[in-house]
């Protein structure tokens, strides 16, 4: 398995323990994959994900507490619609709460704060 490979599974991993009702950001799957220093490429394989995907990817947002367009303005109303189906406020440019919705990485815990 080639390195870009190795990546994208372990991002998919961290990608798939963020619980119903939580948000991470991209800084934080990328620490949680191993790769700290690859936000940006968090978000390029969550981008390249197959449509149908039972990835939650919709809870991966920016760090500072909002979901980016990334240039396609219907994806991030879907990420939005998704978020708000699980409970979690979003208000309509994609801004949410961090401290009330972000996840901390304890499997214990879906709202245990927000760190990353």
Request: charged share 25%; proline share 5%; hydrophobic share 35%.
């Amino acid at each position: 398995m080639d390195e870009r490979e190795t990546f994208r599974e372990a991002v998919c991993r961290a990608v798939a323990q963020v619980p119903r009702g939580s948000v991470a950001s991209y800084g934080q799957i990328a620490w949680m994959a191993g790769y700290p220093r690859r936000p940006r490429q968090v978000g390029m394989v969550l981008k390249g994900l197959p449509e149908g995907t039972d990835l939650p990817w919709h809870r991966i947002v920016s760090v500072k507490g909002y979901v980016p367009s990334r240039g396609r303005w219907w994806g991030a109303m879907l990420q939005i619609q998704r978020l708000r189906d699980e409970g979690i406020d979003v208000d309509d440019a994609g801004n949410l709460d961090l401290g009330r919705f972000g996840w901390n990485g304890d499997q214990s815990s879906s709202r245990s704060g927000f760190s990353r």
